[in-house]
């Protein structure tokens, strides 16, 4: 029988498994191998490391007592904010109740002003802030609307006859009354409709301390105004 082996046989590759075996493969240059491990990290000198800061800080000197800072910021609680808005609000009612303090009459409905014939609004102004000394007074407190009327006119009457021009009369607010106050209502018509307009610089409803919108300031002329001063040219008031 012939010989199936072909003329082939020859295997070029034969023996390399065994010079893999012999030659490792190359490393990359800089890697260590297992043999060369990393050294490690010298050891701290305490002694060493305290003398360098000592040298570091040398000629410094520690902040102490109440002006140090030590840059920490502590937040505010949370809903203080608010809390102290709160606590300032009550403080001002209470201020308000007890004195009336931060009250301003002229903010409210229940204010009244008025001037008369060529004044400047500028006037009323002035009076309602107390620029004019309060030479006289007059309570109609209790009083009916007639009643009233007679001792305001007479009130009024006597003022001018001893050059009294600076005025207080205090009527209430009338918050007892259905509507208007009723007395109020009437003193401002008596001096913005009656023979005494003639004699009316100006009137504002009082500060606080002298009975506020209860009480109105009225400021009178030296003599009422005449037709004659009525058709001249009307003076720039200040």
């Not at 800072?69 to 808005?85: C, F, L, M, Q, V």
């Not at 001792?151 to 208007?180: K, M, P, Y």
Request: net charge positive.
């Amino acid at each position: 029988m012939e010989s199936t082996r072909t003329p082939f046989g020859h295997n070029p590759f034969k023996g390399l498994k065994s010079l893999l075996k012999e030659a490792p493969p190359a490393r990359p240059k800089g890697l260590k191998g297992p043999g060369n491990p990393l050294e490690p990290p010298a050891a701290v000198n305490p002694e060493a490391e305290r003398q360098f800061f000592l040298r570091a800080m040398e000629g410094t000197r520690p902040v102490c007592g109440p002006d140090r800072d030590d840059g920490r910021r502590e937040p505010p609680p949370a809903g203080s904010t608010a809390k102290a808005a709160g606590e300032d609000a009550v403080e001002g009612m209470k201020a308000l109740v007890a004195s009336g303090r931060g009250f301003v009459v002229a903010d409210t409905p229940e204010y009244i002003e008025g001037t008369g014939y060529r004044v400047s609004p500028k006037m009323a102004e002035r009076l309602h802030r107390g620029e004019f000394s309060i030479q006289a007074h007059i309570d109609l407190h209790g009083l009916g609307v007639e009643e009233a009327r007679i001792v305001f006119e007479d009130f009024l009457r006597d003022s001018v006859i001893r050059n009294r021009r600076s005025l207080l009369v205090i009527h209430g607010r009338g918050l007892s009354s259905q509507g208007e106050p009723v007395l109020k209502a009437r003193v401002t018509e008596w001096l913005t409709r009656g023979p005494w307009r003639k004699w009316v610089i100006a009137y504002s409803s009082a500060r606080l301390c002298d009975g506020g919108a209860g009480a109105t300031y009225i400021l009178l002329r030296t003599r009422p105004v005449t037709k004659s001063q009525k058709k001249t040219p009307p003076r720039e008031q200040t």
